[in-house]
């Protein structure tokens, strides 16, 4: 006779555990989430803005690499290891198109004294992380992969 009650009570557990679960996947949010498919890659915007390919860069290894059991600060200094040559090819440019890029200036952002160096690597780091958070929030598929380099960089 009491057989019925503890079946009873493990169905309506496991019917809620199913409720909780699915829940979680309802909290996902795709509509977040970038489209890589129809994506032409970073150059067709860097001419007007020579940051693109770092942020471009960044979002397509951050996506990747989103689903790293690690914490999203240490993924994001992934991300950024991996867009190093993008981010010195910017760095580079930006060298070429100032006399006195050695120059410290105040960031608008934190009011303290920096460069223009400091400020791509700021960047960078804060856009791997956005895009880190991002990839997980909307159960974000990573972009396809070419030699093991996401497609588009």
Known sequence: MIRKPVMA???????????????????????????????????????????TPVDECARRWAYSLAGSKDGAE????????????????????SLGQTANSGEQ???????????PLAEHSSFAQGRALFYVVQARAGRCKPPPVTNGVPAGL
Do not use: Y
């Open 74 to 93: 240490i993924v994001a200094d992934a991300v950024v290891a991996a867009c190093a040559p993008v981010l010195s090819r910017w760095n580079q440019a």
């Open 9 to 51: 009570a493990l169905a309506l557990a496991t019917l809620a555990l199913a409720a909780c679960e699915n829940g979680h996947e309802a909290m996902s949010n795709p509509k977040i989430c970038a489209d890589f498919r129809n994506n032409a890659g970073p150059g067709a915007t860097a001419a007007s803005d020579p940051s």
């Open 105 to 115: 200036a105040l960031s608008l952002t934190t009011g303290q004294p920096t460069n």
